[in-house]
């Protein structure tokens, strides 16, 4: 089976409401979306959103980075080019469009789906969370009080610069909503100083965990933090890839990691960190971007394949489409993806 051609078009995907975080404000799920097609009739599909404020990458850079490989790719097996694609230097967005289309080649040469193929033995019913955007304090608490609603109990809240504004939040949902478990992420936003705040404000509030506080290369704040709280802190825009992960978990920066596929260039590279963290015994979070569908479902079924180590599941983005997608490989029920 060799490649003979590469495809790219652009998706974009509207939101029932604008998704706000302290990184980015934004109304629309956009992406560039990949088919590799090859000798035997064969083909599959890869995507990569628009995520310029975390990969530093656009659409037009996405689809610049894919065309440049394009001719290092054709003729070669699926293997064979996800070496060539791993060997360059694009984007890790744009390396993890043409990898899970690669490794969903792989999976349909073996014939076996995609779960299977990355190692889980039966599909797997899985709990996502759901996105709080950041907004004012009514507003997030009714965003919350119909997730909850709806059957949605784990919240992902995302939280600005503004301490004392994001005390009330956390707060008041834990007060409003104690059935909830609240997933913190400051996306960088806070201090040291203002994180400890936070932290001293949680002594009576219950909450999972708390995401990149800190900026991410400030892994001397982020141990500090750890250290001060028996809150897990977990590390996202400090751990893109493999390297990464080592340096944030030898040095004790953080407790868990959160893996994205967008980050770290694909399937095949998310494996190798999940099974380093499978190795050292560390909890993980498998997150994501806004994404579009073909994504979403590699991204379960990695997922799938790694239920001992991922105890957070943030692949919420289908739920935040305004119209429901025809192309996801699942349904939600409440909170849970089938």
Not at 325 to 332: H, Q
């Amino acid at each position: 089976m060799k490649i003979t051609k590469i495809t790219t078009t652009i998706k974009v995907i509207a939101l029932k409401t604008p998704f706000i975080t302290a990184l980015r404000r934004v109304e629309n799920v956009e992406f560039v979306r990949v088919e590799v097609s090859c000798d035997n009739a064969m083909r599959a599909f890869g995507e990569a959103p628009a995520t310029m404020a975390i990969t530093g990458e656009n659409l037009q850079i996405i689809l610049s980075c894919i065309n440049s490989l394009k001719k290092e790719l054709i003729s070669k097996t699926p293997h064979e080019a996800l070496i060539v694609l791993h060997d360059s230097k694009i984007g890790s967005s744009s390396k993890a469009a043409l990898d899970m289309a690669l490794m969903s080649l792989m999976a349909k040469e073996k014939k076996v789906p995609l779960y299977e193929y990355l190692g889980a033995k039966s599909k797997t019913k899985l709990q996502t969370d759901v996105t709080i955007s950041l907004n004012s304090v009514d507003k997030m608490l009714h965003d919350a009080q119909e997730a909850c609603e709806s059957g949605m109990n784990v919240l992902k809240v995302k939280l600005g610069s503004d301490i004392a504004h994001a005390i009330e939040v956390t707060k008041t949902l834990s007060t409003r909503l104690p059935q909830a478990k609240l997933l913190i992420d400051a996306n960088q936003a806070w201090s040291l100083k203002d994180s400890l705040l936070f932290i001293d404000a949680m002594s009576e509030t219950e909450i999972e965990l708390i995401e990149q506080p800190v900026k991410e290369s400030d892994l001397n704040a982020l141990k500090s933090i750890a250290n001060a709280t028996r809150i897990p802190i977990l590390a996202d825009e400090s751990a893109f890839n493999l390297e990464d992960v080592k340096r944030v978990l030898d040095s004790k920066s953080a407790d868990m990691i959160n893996v994205k596929l967008m980050k770290c260039g694909g399937l095949s590279k998310a494996v190798e960190i999940l099974e380093y963290a499978r190795e050292k015994n560390v909890k993980c979070m498998l997150g994501s971007m806004l994404e579009g569908p073909i994504s979403i479902n590699a991204a379960i079924s990695l997922a799938m394949a790694y239920v001992d180590v991922i105890k957070y599941v943030d692949l919420d983005s289908p739920l935040l489409y305004k119209t429901p997608s025809e192309e996801l490989e699942f349904c939600f029920d409440g909170s849970f993806i089938v």
